[in-house]
């Protein structure tokens, strides 16, 4: 049988840090979902996605936790389910019918005669990036929400008489999942970006990203490496590759064995 595809997951998150300009007015469409806090659990996550790639978006404001998902990333791999005591079974069970024991014909066709396995792989999580703030400051003003016009998910809150702001969307054109984090006073924005997943992976640090459609080169990607899981006595064979890529538009990146950290830098 032959292997099944590798599959590639992109996304990338650009640091803007705005000059003092003051807030626009809120303009949020009447279909806006919006919430007063950040999410504790997964049901309560504002989704975005494009058809392939989605992510949960649960909008803390000391850790930003996205659960991410790609289409193809399912458990196992290639696998015959026929069973092949079916055919020898056949005549056993019509019997059984034919005397009326129809208990009995479904114990032996659920033994003999279903595929195996039963049941199709499940779907998996590709995993979750995670973006640290360094703070603990209260936060004012604090708003998550979700425009359903423009499918973008935001993230707005004062803090030490900041205001923060995250979008958040997934594009179908460019195929990538993005994330803008930007400040109405220059050199607030600090982070450390991280990515965990159930599945078997390892994540490395790639210097000098690069997201072709922008055209830039200054930050630095973080690259998860991984096989899917095994399912129903079916060995994962499902390559794939997740990458988040960090621009900053003003900031320093340094990075780790498996973590990115941007550091405001004022013009």
Same mark, same amino acid.
């Given at each position: ?85 079916a055919l020898a079974a056949l005549p056993d069970v019509r019997q059984l019918i034919f005397d009326g024991k129809y208990d009995d014909a479904f114990t032996v066709v659920s033994q003999k005669m279903m595929a195996v396995p039963v049941r199709e792989m499940p ?28 499918? /973008?998910?935001? $993230?707005?809150? %004062? @803090? ?11 594009? =179908?054109?460019? +195929? /990538?999942?993005? $994330?803008?984090? %930007? @400040? ?11 990515? =965990?997943?159930? +599945?078997?992976?390892? $994540? ?15 930050? =630095? ?43 405001a830098r004022i013009q």
């Amino acid at each position: 049988m032959p292997t099944l595809p590798r599959i590639f997951f992109t996304a990338f998150a650009a640091l803007s840090i705005l000059q003092p300009s003051g807030r626009a007015a809120d303009t949020a469409s009447p279909l806006t979902l919006y919430y007063t806090g950040p999410a504790t659990k997964w049901t309560e996550a504002l989704p975005i996605g494009n058809g392939r790639l989605g992510a949960m978006v649960f909008g803390g404001a000391n850790r930003e936790h996205l659960q991410l998902n790609e289409g193809t990333l399912w458990a196992g791999g290639p696998y015959d389910p026929n069973n092949t005591n079916a055919l020898a079974a056949l005549p056993d069970v019509r019997q059984l019918i034919f005397d009326g024991k129809y208990d009995d014909a479904f114990t032996v066709v659920s033994q003999k005669m279903m595929a195996v396995p039963v049941r199709e792989m499940p779907y998996e999580t590709l995993g979750d990036l995670y973006l640290d703030f360094p703070t603990n400051v209260p936060v004012q003003d604090y708003r998550r929400d979700l425009n359903l016009d423009t499918a /973008v998910a935001s $993230v707005s809150y %004062t @803090a030490n008489g900041v205001h923060f702001k995250r979008e958040i969307f997934a594009s =179908a054109v460019d +195929q /990538v999942i993005v $994330v803008r984090l %930007t @400040a109405d006073k220059p050199g607030q924005i600090s982070f450390t970006a991280g990515m =965990a997943t159930p +599945q078997k992976a390892e $994540v490395g640090v790639e210097p000098n990203g690069r997201v072709p459609f922008l055209g830039m080169t200054n930050g =630095a990607s973080l690259v998860m490496n991984g096989t899917n899981g095994e399912a129903h006595g079916i060995k994962g064979a499902l390559k794939f590759q997740a990458r988040i890529t960090v621009l900053p538009i003003h900031g320093t990146v340094t990075t780790g064995a498996d973590k990115i950290s941007v550091a405001a830098r004022i013009q």
